[in-house]
Nanobody, 113 residues
Framework: VQLVESGGGLVQPGRSLRLSCAAS????????MGWYRQAPGKERDWVAS???????GYVDSVKGRFTISRDNAKNTLYLQMNSLKPEDTGVYYC????????WGQGTQVTVSS
């Protein structure tokens, strides 16, 4: 299994970013997938997830601002992040939900003025 995250960057508070995760080596459409974030000096935490039938869930701090989606034809997971805040800063990773696969390299998101 390979997971490759992209789309991060340096943005000002209030702006938006869209993260992508290209998955290979798995039957993507059957997997519940999630986004995880590791803030500086902290553990990696769950941010959002989407099931194979597109049921979604979010950590309270991002509800109403982030949207997780998936394109099974492209084996790709997305995270649309709007109204970004400095506390959203961190390295974002995608992975399955439950039994985790090997982590990818992640994509850095920095929200700062």
């Amino acid at each position: 299994v390979q997971l490759v995250e992209s789309g991060g960057g340096l943005v000002q508070p209030g702006r938006s970013l869209r993260l992508s995760c290209a998955a290979s080596g798995m039957i993507f459409s059957t997997k519940a997938m999630g986004w995880y974030r590791q803030a500086p000096g902290k553990e990696r935490d769950w941010v959002a997830s989407i099931t194979s039938i597109r049921t979604t869930g979010y950590v309270d701090s991002v509800k109403g601002r982030f949207t997780i989606s998936r394109d099974n034809a492209k084996n790709t997971l997305y995270l649309q992040m709007n109204s970004l805040k400095p506390e959203d800063t961190g390295v974002y990773y995608c992975n399955t939900v439950g039994t985790l696969e090997s982590w990818g390299q992640g994509t850095q998101v920095t929200v700062s003025s």
